[in-house]
């Protein structure tokens, strides 16, 4: 190894890593954890996913004389472990320009020696997609924001379509390259990139190489801050960016001509990467990027959102299924921009899809229930919410059916609102608070009172429930229980009811009992009332209700 090969720390490996190793299944090793009791134990990572030692489980594979016979892309495979460590994209960078240019620079005499066994025994190309599996498999791999996982690649590349051979595809995100070289044709296409980790860039080169193509050049640096391409304009443009912090640039970037949508927050550099997508963008040509679901309804985004709507550029917003991504399992959307060839070019309506509910390997053409074609006016209210969801189940409303059930309850409520209404008759002489009467304390310290529950519950016959619960609520007892700042609580010690016969109690404990069900009824005729307003309104701005026509 040169001078200037890392040293790496000491690198560790997944269970999956560790059968790849010993050639045999991922149960396999759950049964040697179990039956072994000097298996290594795990150095870092979580119960779901430890990471082991690969020196030790080296150690200890030799111990019990397991995997013995390790094939060569595994013996290359763990030498460049043991060698770059967390680094490992330099590694495998190396190893591709050994293979594409016989520079072996980044390699020491060991590797270089692995690295030729293999490729007498298959290809140059087949050699580097082994690795890249296998890093793409590793759960501890150094660059995880320079990985476009295999589900997304399937997504994007459905939702691409056919690209013709001579299309220009650019990635200004590119990683290893895992993106750029997979979407299109594997002939034809004029292929360029960018890409801000050196190794990966390299990576993404070498495999443009390997695999034949030809015309293919990545760039090295900020495509934000320093965009390599700056004069290019690709009929597909392809981006899955990195996180987005607030650095994304924003201040050095104020009057950039890319921001012709708006200018970013520093909250919004999702967008900043989806108007560099789309600046690079020629006329006719397409863009699709991956961006995270809050985008759809962040506030600081709004603006934006809206000019993008407005525009008529916005074609279509693919809610992926969740686990998509390789470093989280949160939904992330597929955005899909067009700029038009002239004015006359825009789009009159969003198609939103939203496959939340599919599973990450299945099939990415959506079901006619998943789809809704949105127009434009439509999404250009207060929010601009481009949530594929939200505009999906809202097509799937029979709003007349849910408008007229929704009247058809309000009316029952109301006509059984009088009847539940207690009949009252005008009362004779002084207030009951203004006798006799006793406090709540002495009945709770006499066992007659149950104050366990939210509310207070007799636990005599010769006390009714309803009538001691309707008098705490009187005028006097409300002012007591009830705080400066308007909150209530009981006030145990200061609260009173009158002293009456059992069979008077009850009476007024029916009367409370009646007047209780009454307000529930007003309750619930308030939250259908408030359904049927907004069922309404929605209706009327989306079309799918009709005011009645003059005499109706």
Known sequence: MNESTPQASEPLITGAEIARLAGVTRAAVSNWRRRYGDFPTPADGGASTPLFSLAEVRSWLAKQQKGKDFSDDVRLWQALRGAFGDDIVAGIAGVARFLARDDASALDDNLTELVARLEAKES???????????????????????????????????????????SVIFDPACGIGTLLLSIGPAEGPIRRGQEIDPAAGELAQARAELAGSQDTAIETGDS???????????????????????????????????????????????LAWLQHCYAHTAPGGRALVVMPASVAYRKAGRRIRAEIVRRGILTDVVALPPGMVASHAQPVHLWMLHRPDDVSGSVTSVRMVDLTASAPDGPME?????????????LLNDSVDLTPSAHVDASRQDFPAEYRALQRGIEERLNRLTALLPALTAGEGPGTMDSATISLAELSRAGLVDLADAEPTSNSAQLDTEYLRGFLRSASNNRRSTSSSGSYRLDVKGARIPQMPVEEQRRYGAAFRALKEFEEHIGEVTRLAEQASTLARDGLTSGALMPPEDGA
């Open 124 to 166: 140059a190309a087949h050699a580097i997609d082994q690795l890249v599996e296998r890093f793409l498999d590793s759960s501890r791999r150094a660059g995880s924001d320079q990985v476009t996982s295999s589900r997304l690649v399937k997504a994007v590349s459905h939702f691409a379509g056919p690209v013709p051979d001579d």
């Open 224 to 270: 934000l801050r320093e965009d390599r391409w700056p004069d290019l304009r690709a009929d597909l443009v392809l981006c899955d960016p990195p996180a987005a912090g607030p650095d994304w640039g924003r201040e050095e970037l104020l009057l950039d001509a890319r921001w012709e949508l708006g200018t970013p927050s520093k909250a919004e550099g999702d």
């Open 366 to 378: 959506p079901t006619a229930e998943q789809v809704a074609d949105v127009p434009l006016i439509d």
